[in-house]
């Protein structure tokens, strides 16, 4: 009934003076009205933070290309993880450079959320910036790479390879992972490498990865790394890969 009333004013008003349960209600009215200005008045200017965070998530959803300058202004504020994630629905590659500041932002959602984002905007044009966040400090953000990388197929490999020696070791061993599920052959040599790490868990993952990739020339490569590594974990993946290359 609202919707088809078309009462953006009396909406609004009625958004500050209900409870939550209400206001996400009529929250969701003007997003099907596509009511950006009123949308971008509430998640600035409403005093609860609930209705701000629905307002700016609207704000994404409309399909409006209005959104974008009341989004831009919010990547300055603390509901900056909202922002970016809505700017990567309605933003367009101009949007790249603001997007591409909140990788390295204080919070991990946000980084997150600017990283996803980037891959909206971007395409493979910052996959750089993408395979460095495997070796993001906080976990959320380095296995939220990961879809997208193996999405980008040869290029995404192309680049891991490039950046892998630049990787802290969490970021390694998601890369060892990835070269695997993209049956990327040219990164034969990390893995051998990897095999001789002196961290199990590096062993563990080339391991992994050399099951995925096949190949008969493994089965005496692994024979030797197994007279050589100490930890059970990684003679038992051994022992199941060299099982499958037979």
Request: no cysteine; hydrophobic share 50%.
């Amino acid at each position: 009934s609202l919707v088809v009333s078309e009462q953006v004013e009396d909406i609004t008003q009625a958004i500050f003076e209900n409870n939550w349960r209400t206001r996400e209600g009529l929250i969701d009215v003007l997003e099907r009205l596509r009511a950006v200005s009123a949308l971008a008045d509430i998640a600035t200017q409403h005093p609860k933070l609930d209705a701000q965070r629905l307002a700016i998530r609207s704000l994404g959803r409309v399909e409006d290309k209005a959104a974008q300058i009341p989004l831009r202004a919010l990547l300055r504020s603390n509901h900056r993880d909202l922002a970016v994630e809505a700017l990567g629905v309605v933003g367009d590659v101009s949007d790249v450079v603001r997007v591409r500041a909140l990788l390295k932002d204080e919070r991990a959602d946000v980084r997150r959320r600017a990283a996803l984002a980037l891959v909206k905007l971007a395409g493979h044009e910052h996959l750089k910036d993408l395979v460095l966040l495997l070796g993001d400090p906080h976990h959320s953000v380095r296995f939220a790479m990961l879809e997208p990388l193996v999405s980008f197929g040869e290029q995404g490999a192309q680049t891991l390879f490039s950046v892998y020696p630049h990787l802290p070791v969490v970021g390694k061993l998601l890369a060892l992972r990835l070269f695997g599920q993209l049956h990327f052959a040219p990164a034969s040599p990390i893995l051998e490498d990897a095999l001789r790490d002196d961290l199990w868990p590096v062993q563990l993952a080339a391991v992994q990865s050399i099951g995925n990739l096949g190949g008969m020339r493994w089965g005496a490569i692994l024979k030797k790394a197994q007279n050589k590594v100490s930890s059970p974990v990684v003679i038992r993946a051994i022992q199941d890969v060299l099982e499958q290359l037979q």
